[in-house]
């Protein structure tokens, strides 16, 4: 089994204090003049855990917010499964000894033994610190109301102390182990990668533990983010909900479109985009709305004001007129119309819920992908006028979805892809949100060619000055590595200077363990053949609508040089099939899972190389698994 190193996240803490300046409190080490000296050393001669037995507690506030409950059940889980015993969760109030606990969040221990005021403008929303004091261990962060960054730094505590691995919701990895020394940790923050991290995907979408265990957020309100997705007019200004605008005329049942039809493009009530043009009025309703999301969700971050799914946009007189101003472009005028309805809501914040604040979103998608920029005749690339200069509180989640992921955003085949992202850092730098792509919408059924594309797109954002990244995935549940991809994928937008290669093959030892190297064997043909099709055949297969269900890509050979990889795994684990039976289905599920692309491509693509018979039988496998992988 793995060994972890207790050292292994002083890494972690040097690169987050280059990426984002360390606070300047008392007791922090600045960790970039740090770097010959550790973060984390070993207490000589105490113990977290002696015997399997512990005098600790895990203390949580007496009002402890949901972050910090979940985080003292994990410890309390997770330790218990490595040494065999639990330690007990205590509130303050219910505390007895102050001498050895994990405190967790801003406890009044906090405040006696540690007392520094952490700043948000140095600890990201789910960033944190740990410091131990005499005996105590003491994790925080800023907004310890609402802040999930105490989960994270739990998280890491346990890698620390029990070499704890979280890689899919059936593999959890913990080093069984009696004793566990006291750690001390001498007093830093851990910033993530990217502040906001997201991974939308079927097999995730009714599993929230998962999405915290692979320190991601999600689009709904327990994770701070309200009203997500697509939508501007169906999420807060229904055209065919009752109007409440208040103007002569409203009421007795009357529809927002009936009343105001001019606050929406004129593509019928399916297509209907917002009218970014339609008034102080609209703007009013807009922010009012945002209030009544403030009052229903007082522990939210994020609000977003998204926008339909299709380029049906308005093209009234007004908003033709607003877009020739800014020479034709739409992004304008939806960032000029947000900006109004925001300082409306936030007049309301400030007023009824002071020292709170907000973080709104739109998206930067079809028509409106284009910043609202010019350059001068200097070469400077300069705003429109300073209505279309999002507000420090608007973020923009620029979503290409003409880019070729096979290739690199700096790419020339991605030349319009970048050259948006880098306007929009011009008048948006560090309110950014990077929406990418992580399936072919085509085909759930072959892997997407991004897998050497991932790490380096990330980076690429990373320097453009995005903060969140968000990968979406298959839209029902599906094959093609998903598990491997969201270890993976989290991973970085954790923790950007791990390597690709290292984490999928430390993903495929942990989940496919003695059938690692033939899983690893297929995902490097994977890569192989690709490497060749998009530059031989079909540089447009990176696109998520690219057409990657061809012979030229899947020829015979190929898919049976994957066959034979399979037959290796399969052959691989068959030793288990008495000596540990529940050991040898959960990896003949796994392996066959990942097994059902190629006999998908047999039954699709290869079926005239096999008899009708054996035709029938990869039918009827596929359709056993399919069924058991709810396909």
């Known amino acids: 089994m793995r060994k972890k190193n207790i050292f292994r996240y002083m890494a972690l803490a040097l690169s987050c204090a280059l990426i984002l300046p360390c606070f300047a409190c008392k007791d922090v080490v600045d960790s970039t003049s740090q770097e010959d000296e550790p973060l984390v050393t070993v207490v000589e001669g105490e113990y977290l855990y002696q015997g399997g037995v512990s005098e600790y507690s895990i203390l949580v506030r007496d009002d402890a917010n949901f972050y910090e409950s979940f985080a003292a059940n994990e410890l309390a889980a997770n330790l218990q499964k490595a040494t065999g015993n639990a330690i007990p969760i205590v509130t303050e109030s219910a505390l007895k000894n102050p001498d050895c606990v994990i405190s967790l969040g801003h406890t009044s221990l906090w405040e006696k033994n540690v007392g520094i005021a952490l700043s948000s403008d140095d600890i990201v929303d789910s960033g944190y610190y740990i410091k131990t004091v005499d005996k105590n261990i003491y994790i925080s962060c800023p907004d310890y109301t609402s802040s999930s960054g105490v989960l994270y730094g739990a998280y890491d505590f346990l890698a620390d102390t029990i070499g704890y691995e979280f890689f899919a919701a059936d593999e959890i990895y913990y080093e069984e182990k009696k004793d566990v020394p006291l750690l001390n940790y001498t007093g830093y923050s851990v910033n993530p990668s990217f502040e906001m991290r997201m991974l939308p995907k079927a097999d995730l979408r009714d599993d929230r533990d998962t999405v915290r265990r692979y320190r991601m957020t999600s689009p709904s309100p327990t994770f701070g983010l309200v009203a997500w997705g697509h939508g501007q007019a169906s999420q807060y200004i ?13 009421g007795n049942g009357i529809t927002y479109q009936e009343h105001h039809p001019d606050w929406f493009s004129n593509y019928g009530t399916k ?9 102080e009025t609209l703007e009013t309703v807009a922010a009012n709305r945002f209030i009544e999301f403030f009052q229903q969700y007082p522990d939210a971050q994020y609000f977003m004001f998204g926008q339909e799914d299709n380029v049906s946009y308005c093209d009234c007189d007004r ?19 947000v900006n109004n ?12 819920q002071p020292g709170r604040r907000v973080k709104y979103i739109i998206y930067a ?24 200069v999002p507000v420090d509180d608007l973020y923009i989640f620029y979503t290409p979805i003409s880019a070729n992921f096979a290739f690199q955003i700096d790419s020339p085949k991605n030349a319009s892809v970048y050259k948006n992202l880098k306007d929009w850092s011009v008048i948006a730098d560090g309110q950014l949100i990077m929406y990418l792509y992580d399936i072919n919408f085509r085909n759930y059924l072959i892997n997407f060619n991004n897998f050497g594309t991932v790490k380096g797109m990330y980076e690429t954002c990373k320097e453009l000055g995005v903060t969140c990244i968000s990968s979406q995935a298959a839209d029902s549940y599906t094959t093609c590595f998903q598990e491997m991809r969201s270890y993976v994928e989290s991973s970085l937008m954790w923790d950007l200077s791990l390597s690709y290669d290292d984490l999928v093959r430390k993903f495929m030892s942990a989940y496919y363990k003695d059938a690692a190297d033939y899983l690893y064997e297929f995902y490097q043909i994977l890569r192989d053949r690709y490497a060749y099709y998009q530059n031989a055949v ?3 297969s990176g696109g998520i609508y690219g057409e990657i269900n061809s012979r030229d890509l899947w020829t015979q050979p190929v898919v049976e040089k994957i066959d034979k990889a399979f037959d290796k795994a399969l052959e691989s684990i068959k030793k288990y099939e008495e000596s540990d039976p529940a050991l040898y289905r959960t990896l003949k599920t796994r392996i066959m899972k990942e097994r059902l692309s190629p006999i998908y491509l047999k ?29």
């Open 603 to 631: 039954i699709t693509l290869l079926s005239s190389y096999y008899s009708e018979e054996e035709i029938s039988q990869m039918k009827e496998e596929f359709k056993y698994y399919a069924k058991m992988f709810k396909l």
């Open 271 to 279: 297509d209907m985009q917002l009218c970014w043009t339609g008034g």
């Open 365 to 388: 998608y079809y028509a409106a992908e284009a910043a609202p920029v010019k350059t001068t005749e200097s070469g400077e690339i300069v705003a429109y006028s300073d209505k279309v």
């Open 538 to 540: 079909n540089p447009e």
């Open 238 to 250: 229904l055209p065919d909900a009752k109007c409440t605008c208040g103007l002569e005329g409203c």
């Open 319 to 337: 908003c033709v007129a607003a877009i020739n101003e800014y020479a034709g472009n739409v992004a304008g005028l939806q960032v000029a119309f």
């Open 341 to 352: 309805v925001i300082e409306r809501a936030n007049a309301w914040l400030h007023e009824n």
